[in-house]
């Protein structure tokens, strides 16, 4: 990261002249061209299309970390405002130098005022983009421009009534002569319809005249002055004499009106002129701020990553994984490409139209963006700063200098020769072609030799069995190939460190049709080293494309079995989630029985207790109480059971979210619409113990439904937080039984007591009248010895009143 001191604005230069010829042979200029149309203004474009890689760590950072800030910005789905796409820097030195800009002009330079006020605005809080951030903030601010121009030109250039106080009265005046005028050239004009001497219907204009059409032969009929004639003679055009003084002071007004107009624009231009380094800076920071977007945009488009780019004293090494060449259309197969710091020359055999030059022009091309402030086309992407990339690739031979294919490329490594330090990218294509193949491998071994002994990285191409077999020999030289598959002898296009290619050149040959005998008669000129050679290389070959495709099938097996063990997890936690919930609901169920049974027994024992009160006999009475006894022990039986083990589902792994809940957690549980509070986290009998208002309970964890807000800092770091929007419930501390029946109430009661404890509520106030005082027994011989009541007293009007408090545990 760059610090905020150290956000300065680098000054565009030329290209250092390490990396000036490499840019067309890599063609740069077509990723050049590519980023300039995903800009959007003509500085941005310029910018792009004159972008320049740079041997200055310093300067690669900042400009990697704008492209990456700029990628970021575009991940947050904002945006930024880059004014008019038109160059105005032109118009800005015509005003700077007395001119009169238009009205459109300057209507764009007040809309570039406007733009950088709001990339100013916009990224004033976004700590995380302190380069666009400093940049933004280095934009002038040029409010009185702004408004003096939003004030006095309309979007579409017209200088508005309310440019100054003097225009505003002109044009009224002008619209009232004009108004004035049109009513005498219609009253005319209907006049001469009447006399038939009008050749069109129509009131027209000429030399800033209002006139009317009328036939030659009666032009003595219609006094006035003449302003024109049709190009036949037949029609000509006439002022009536009647709008003569209006149509002159109609156009005095429209001639002052003009003069105050061009005032107008002038005063503004003179303005403009006054700011115009200020403007010519908001349009280079806007076209900086445009080109900067477009870096980002195009890496997206590429799926590119910023490239690691080594400390200078780091150790030297290169490694491109999964990298892709950015100017092959469709899909491309990635390559990775490495050069270790003691093995500085890769050299890279293969057929033809294997991809022995894609490979080379990879590295070289994705080094150079790199170093431009590009991200690249990779996955990994690590780089050490190079002082100039220099490329010799392709035919450059010339007839008008009468230079060979082999003179030009000599001519070329000779210049790299004179410039390359141990700090340079050297890439060389077809190294040792283009001459006699003996005389050429012998000058590409010490040529490699030479540049491995200067230190500078090299990476080329040959298809010389000598120079591969001197990279397989010599320390700090490593082969690479590019094969086809020995099958199909389809590219693989797929580099392999380690093991020098195949060139094919027979078997294509044969592929394509020459006669057997030719191919026969080819192969008895092989040396058997060769041959032999070839024929390990074909085996080691088919080997590995045996391992990959076993591989293949192995990670595609591999993915299947996850897959489908995924999908059997799956089912299997729908599966117990239908089991818990079901017994659940039969839980449920017989829970609410055994209310209601319990609704039933505490009838009965106040009914009995009305009847002991009455009756002095008491052996029916005693016969109830064994009745009543016998419903006792069956409902605590009922009780007994539904909390038993055999209601309990299977037990089945779970979703380990719960596993790493912890004191102070919220939860949910299932069937209850609040969160509760964890007092011990689950132990090793699958249990939890939660707060439940001001009572503890324990429950097991298949009861948990979700975690809740509130959760451990831990659990947060794990990753198995989730959270899920609650309805707010308000719950009253008052509750009104006039009107219940006993049973009725003491229900009601019930679920009130155990949504208070749930709301953390500490008191409830029951309303349930006077009466004839056996409501008000009821319920509070029902909340005396109730689990979660801790007093009961009486309300407004002392005992026997219809009130009753009830303090909460």
């Given at each position: ?12 230069s ?33 910018a792009a ?7 200055d ?14 990628r ?7 945006a ?8 105005l820097?032109p ?12 009205g ?8 570039l ?32 421009l ?9 979007p ?13 009265r ?11 005028l ?16 009008v ?23 219609a ?26 002071r109609?156009?005095?007004t429209?001639?002052?009106e ?13 303005l ?6 200020d403007?010519?800076l908001m349009?280079h920071l ?7 977007v ?45 050069i ?20 080379l ?6 080094a ?24 010799d ?9 009468s ?7 000599i ?6 020769m004179d ?22 491998s ?74 057997e ?22 085996e ?22 996850r ?10 936690e729908?599966?117990e ?21 319990a ?56 979703p ?28 090793d ?10 009572m ?11 975690p ?26 008052e ?5 219940y ?39 509070r ?9 801790a ?19």
């Open positions: 990261m760059i610090s905020a001191d150290e956000q300065a604005i680098p000054i565009e030329d290209a250092p002249s390490g990396f000036q010829r490499a840019l067309g042979l890599l063609e740069f200029d077509e990723i050049r061209r590519q980023l300039a149309s995903a800009t959007r203004t003509a500085v941005g474009a310029e299309s004159e972008l320049i890689p740079s041997a760590p310093r300067d690669v950072a900042v400009r990697q970390q704008e492209t990456a800030e700029a970021l910005l575009l991940d947050t789905s904002a930024l405002e880059f004014g008019p796409a038109d160059d820097r118009a800005v030195h015509r005003a700077m130098l007395g001119g009169v800009l238009a459109e002009e300057l209507h764009r330079i007040g809309a005022a406007a733009a950088a006020r709001w990339n100013r605005d916009a990224l004033t809080h976004r700590e995380d983009l302190p380069l666009l951030g400093t940049v933004t903030q280095n934009l002038p601010d040029l409010p009185d702004e408004s003096a121009v939003h004030r006095a030109i309309s579409g250039g017209e200088v508005l009534d309310d440019a100054s106080p003097e225009l505003s002109l044009r009224r005046e002008s619209r009232s002569s004009y108004s004035a049109s009513d005498v050239m219609q009253r005319s004009l209907r006049r001469y319809q009447r006399s038939g001497i050749q069109e219907d129509i009131i027209t204009e000429r030399n800033g005249r209002m006139v009317l059409l009328i036939k030659t032969d009666f032009k003595g009929k006094p006035g002055i003449v302003h024109d004639v049709s190009d036949s003679g037949a029609t000509v055009f006439i002022e009536p004499m009647p709008a003569i003084d209006l149509g002159n109609w156009r005095e429209r001639l002052a003009q003069r105050e107009e061009e005032r107008v624009l002038r005063q503004l231009s003179s403009v002129g006054r700011y115009a380094e403007i010519n349009a806007l076209g900086r701020l445009d080109l900067a477009a870096k980002g945009r195009y890496a997206a488009g590429m799926r590119a990553m910023t490239p690691n780019l080594l400390d200078p004293d780091a150790p030297r090494k290169l490694h491109l994984g999964g990298a892709r060449h950015p100017l092959i259309p469709g899909d491309v197969v990635p390559t990775t490409i490495t270790d710091e003691g093995n500085p020359v890769l050299l890279i055999t293969g057929p033809n139209a294997g991809g022995k030059t894609v490979a022009k990879t590295v070289g091309l994705l150079t963006m790199a170093h431009a402030g590009l991200q690249v086309p990779a996955n990994e992407a690590d780089l050490p700063m190079f002082d100039g990339i220099y490329a690739i392709g035919d450059q031979q010339s007839i008008y200098e230079l060979s294919t082999f003179s030009s490329h001519r070329n490594i000779q210049g790299i410039v390359a330090t141990d700090r340079s990218l050297i890439l060389i294509d077809e190294l040792g072609s283009a001459t006699d193949p003996e005389e050429g012998a000058l590409a071994i010490a040529l490699l030799s030479h540049l491995r002994d200067r230190g500078a990285m090299v990476v080329s191409t040959t298809h010389h069995r000598n120079v591969a077999r001197l990279a397989q020999e010599e320390p700090g030289m490593v082969n690479a190939s590019v094969d086809l598959n020995p099958r199909t002898l389809e590219p693989t296009y797929r580099l392999t460190h380690g093991v020098p290619g195949r060139s094919y050149a027979l078997t294509i040959a044969s592929r394509l049709g020459l006669p005998a030719v191919i026969a008669g080819a192969q008895t000129h092989l040396e058997p080293s060769h041959v032999e050679t070839d024929r390990l290389l074909q080691l070959q088919e080997e590995r494309l045996t391992v990959s495709e076993l591989r293949q099938q192995a990670e595609q097996a591999l993915a299947d079995a897959r489908q063990e995924q999908e059997i997890a799956d089912r299997l729908d599966v989630d239908t089991k818990a919930e079901l017994v659940e609901e039969a839980r449920r169920e017989l829970a609410e029985e055994i209310a209601e049974v609704g039933r027994i505490r009838q009965a024992e106040r009914s009995l207790r009305r009847q002991q009160e009455r009756q002095t006999d008491g052996r029916g009475t005693q016969d109830s109480d064994v009745d009543l006894q016998a419903e006792r022990e069956r409902l605590v039986e009922a009780r007994r059971e539904v909390v038993s083990p055999e209601w309990a589902p299977i037990p089945v792994e779970r380990p979210w719960y596993h790493d809940l912890h004191v102070g957690d919220q939860v949910y549980i299932r069937g209850v619409s609040r969160p509760v509070e964890v007092v011990t986290p689950p132990d009998h699958q249990e939890i113990e939660v707060v439940i208002g001001s503890r309970a324990r429950l097991p964890v298949y009861q948990l439904d979700r809740g807000d509130r959760v451990h800092p831990a659990a947060e770091q794990a990753g198995v937080v989730y959270r899920r929007p609650e309805a707010k419930r308000t719950l009253s501390p509750v009104n039984l006039h009107g029946r006993v049973d009725e109430a003491l229900n009601v009661i019930d679920s009130l007591l155990d949504d208070a404890a749930l709301e953390g509520m500490t008191s409830l106030k029951i309303v349930h009248g006077k009466g004839t005082g056996a409501l008000r027994r009821a319920i011989e029902y909340l005396t010895g109730h689990p979660l009541v007093t009961t007293e009486p309300g407004e009007g002392g005992t026997a009143g219809g009130v009753t408090v009830v303090q909460l545990r």
